[in-house]
């Protein structure tokens, strides 16, 4: 049964929190909490051994964060919340089912799995400095609103990585026996996105009309990102003979986290960007696994 479900969870998912919204909006609390399990069950499956680094990471690595805070500073003259928008869809570390959809395409796995590492935590570094220097908490002065972010990104982000890396050391069959239970992420995922889209709901409903073009333009600013990340992902990994998992590295991201972040730190206006990457990041890779069916 939950195979037949499985293919049409996202737009399953989407509907139910748009239509209770009121209900689910109320459990986003939850979101965080659900964040670290997932990665948690995914850090526990990894062998960090077999992980390794290379230049396409670092390229990779230095679009994602770099480019984040150019992209903001080209588009805040312009509509600071389409530049939060585009900003946090670019941000965004690689997504918990980034691997599943390499190994489909037939891509190289190791090395979307290391990056998926590299950029969670360097995502949990930069993502409290740039919102710091964003403002924001306006009200805090720069290095009390970067302690304050710190705190709820760094436990988020690398206390699941540091619980891996101790239970491996002192037990590696309690590490195995939980990432056996990998499979997990997939409903919790489903589950979160109930969550994340009844809030993003909520805070369009609690918009007057004249935000509606505002909110159009920003998810179309998330399309364009997510285009833009797939093709230069590619771009890059092609000359290291890693095109596969170059374009999803970059492009796949986890919204999840994405959209909490903005709702958290940033314009909660601007977590439509990442709500809307969500459909469109599916929307393409579904495109690649149908063209890589067709081939074989």
Known sequence: MLKKIKPYMMPLAMTTGAVFHQFFGSLA????????????LTYCKLNFKHLQLSGLHLWL??????????????LSPWNQVLAQGVMICMLAPTGTAAPVVTGMLKGNVESLTAYSLLSNLSVAIAA????????????LPFFDSFLAISRRVFV??????????ILKKISPETTTKIGSFSGLSFYIWSFSLIIVTAKTVEFILQQNSNN????????????VACIGQFITG????????????GGQSLGQKNTILAIW??????NPISSIAPGAYV??????????VWQKRKLL
């Not at 972040?261 to 940033?266: H, I, P, V, W």
Request: hydrophobic content about 55%; cysteine-free; overall charge positive.
């Open 61 to 74: 690595i230095l679009i994602q964060i770099l480019g984040s805070v150019i992209v903001y500073y080209i």
């Open 261 to 266: 972040m903005a709702q958290m730190f940033l």
């Open 29 to 40: 609390f939850l979101t965080p909490y659900l964040i670290f399990t997932m990665l948690f």
């Open 212 to 223: 509606y073009t505002t909110e159009i333009l920003v998810a179309a600013g998330a399309l």
């Open 279 to 288: 459909l469109w990041q599916n929307i393409f890779n579904s495109y690649q």
């Open 234 to 245: 590619k771009k890059i990994g092609k000359k290291y003979n890693d095109t596969i998992a």
């Open 156 to 165: 988020l982000l690398l206390t699941p990585f540091v619980l891996a890396v």
């Open 128 to 139: 409290p400095l740039i919102f710091s220097l964003l403002g924001s908490y306006e009200t």
